[in-house]
């Protein structure tokens, strides 16, 4: 019998040797696997300086002096390394500000030309791309997928626009996946198109009946893209420049395209007071529903537009706005419309009144922002911060921006 005998120490040797390989091989491909964790447990950046520092623009009118210190305070309490917001009246930027740093290692600023990732904000941009393609008669809400996507699957093929805008569709949102790292959300993988981002779910199982129930999912509009560019008869990302943002003028406004050079802050996760640098993801897989930088400003002028009816008529914002009931009557539990939540807030006001708000949040990895408008007194609130967090951790200091105004304004 040839061969190393078994207890020979050449062989245990061999046999070390190979369980010290496997365990590294292990050890690296689990790394890999959770990537994300161990960036987040790293050092990072101290923030404590944050405390010192001061708006980029220091107005000296009455009102906006008083956003200039709401926007310090609030920038204080989010511990964030920087907070940039806007605000829009009457269809007119009235005010805007930044505080902190775009990159903190470096020691850059960051000011109102400083694009953030707006998460699902994205979303009601698409929704505006959408409106146009109803207005004009190419799309209806019972337009169905199958039509302009001929790739989608069986279970694809039938859902509506209007299930699909309206996340009642039943697609499933991210999960986890044969992967590195193992969690879609965190996806650094290129599509380089509307069809191959469909093919992350094209075939699986729905998760109930189309439009008998609610669950969101940024999928639908990844689908919902690929209706859009085959009834504009053009891909998605050009539909939406040459009819939304370059009408609009949303020069800060494009896809979050990883390496590509841009005006954009860094991107970080905080926690104990440090800011470490997030994972790098390529959200080229959800442009539509959450793929798109940003800046408050730009989102203003795109609350201004809707507002205002510069690219929509009535009856089709009006579309946009309106809760979609389930096949049982009900409104779904969002108040959700097509890619915008629509409810009466006596939050906004510390007066307690009344007050309707179309609005939505956005999350993203490294990026939250919200975006607010208040159609009964044409005011639209904008805000972005460059750290991974809960969008709705920013609706106090849009609150308050709105009351300021709206109160210097009766």
């Not at 999350?363 to 208040?374: K, R």
């Amino acid at each position: 019998m040839s061969g190393l005998p078994i207890n020979s120490p050449s062989h245990i040797k061999m046999k070390k040797t190979l369980i010290s390989i496997a365990t590294v091989t292990t050890l690296i491909f689990v790394y890999f696997m959770v990537e994300p964790v161990f960036v987040f447990i790293s050092i990072g950046d101290d923030l404590s300086e944050n405390t010192t520092l001061e708006p980029s623009i220091g107005h000296q009118a009455d009102v906006p002096a008083q956003a200039d210190e709401i926007l310090k305070a609030h920038f204080i309490d989010l511990e964030t390394p920087s907070l940039s917001v806007a605000v829009g009246m009457n269809d007119a930027l009235v005010w805007s500000n930044t505080i902190g740093y775009a990159n903190i290692k470096d020691g850059i600023s960051a000011d109102t030309a400083t694009m953030y990732r707006i998460g699902s904000i994205s979303k009601s941009l698409t929704s505006v791309g959408l409106g146009r393609l109803i207005q004009n008669g190419l799309l209806s809400l019972n337009t169905e997928a199958g039509d302009f996507v001929p790739y989608a699957s069986n279970n694809l093929s039938q859902l509506t626009v209007q299930q699909l805008a309206s996340h009642t569709s039943g697609i499933r949102n991210y999960g986890t996946c044969m992967c590195l790292p193992i969690w879609e959300y965190y996806s650094n993988d290129e599509y380089s198109s509307v069809e191959a981002s469909i093919g992350i779910f094209n075939g699986d199982d729905l998760l109930f009946e189309p439009g008998t129930d609610f669950s969101y999912s940024s999928y639908n509009y990844t689908l919902l893209s690929g209706v859009m560019e085959g009834a504009a008869n053009k891909d998605f990302l050009s539909f939406m420049q040459d009819e939304v943002f370059q009408p609009l003028g949303l020069d800060q406004t494009l896809p979050d395209r990883p390496g590509v050079s841009r005006n954009s802050a860094d991107f970080y996760e905080v926690g104990g007071g440090r800011a470490r640098l997030t994972y790098l993801t390529d959200n080229s897989n959800k442009w539509a529903g959450g793929g798109f930088l940003s800046t408050p400003s730009d989102l203003v002028r795109l609350g201004n537009a809707v507002l205002n009816y510069t690219l929509l008529d009535t009856a089709t914002t009006a579309l946009l706005y309106t809760p979609i009931a389930l096949a049982n009557g009900e409104v779904n539990e969002q108040n959700y419309g097509l890619g915008w939540r629509n409810h009466v807030s006596t939050n906004i006001i510390q007066d307690n009144r009344e007050v309707r708000m179309y609005h939505h949040g956005g999350s993203a990895a490294g990026g939250i922002a919200m975006l607010i408008l208040l159609p009964e007194y044409n005011v639209t609130v904008a805000v972005a911060t460059n750290r991974s967090g809960q969008s709705s951790d920013l609706f106090t200091v849009a609150y308050r921006l709105a009351e300021l105004f709206i109160l210097a304004s009766e």
